[in-house]
């Protein structure tokens, strides 16, 4: 690609990005599973539903029990962090070609 071709398409992939203030990172889980009944555990809950995890610094975890009525938000919200990350990625190798093209 030119060096116009790579600006158009670094802006297109902008206008995809999902808004940020609704990302979530972590792994969803059924209550049944598994790492969502160690997950659980880790929090306390006996309840039945949904386990979000995610990581935290030095390498340990973290977990939440989530509302039924939260399953469809938090899939979204998990969704758009993976668009998100994606879209960056995809900008980021945009941004190396246009430090490889000549002004």
Do not use: F
Not at 24 to 39: E, F, K, N, Q, T
């Amino acid at each position: 690609m030119n060096e116009d071709q790579v600006r158009k398409a670094r802006q297109q992939l902008l206008r995809e990005l999902p808004d940020p203030t609704e990302i979530l990172r972590g792994r969803y889980w059924i209550a049944g599973s598994s790492i969502a009944r160690v997950a659980r555990s880790a929090v306390g809950e006996k309840a039945t539903g949904w386990v979000l995890t995610w990581a935290i610094p030095e390498d340990e975890h973290a977990s939440s029990l989530c509302q039924p009525k939260q399953s469809l938000q938090v899939q979204r919200w998990l969704r758009n962090y993976r668009k998100l990350r994606a879209k960056l990625e995809a900008i980021c190798e945009l941004n190396h070609e246009l430090l490889g093209a000549d002004p």
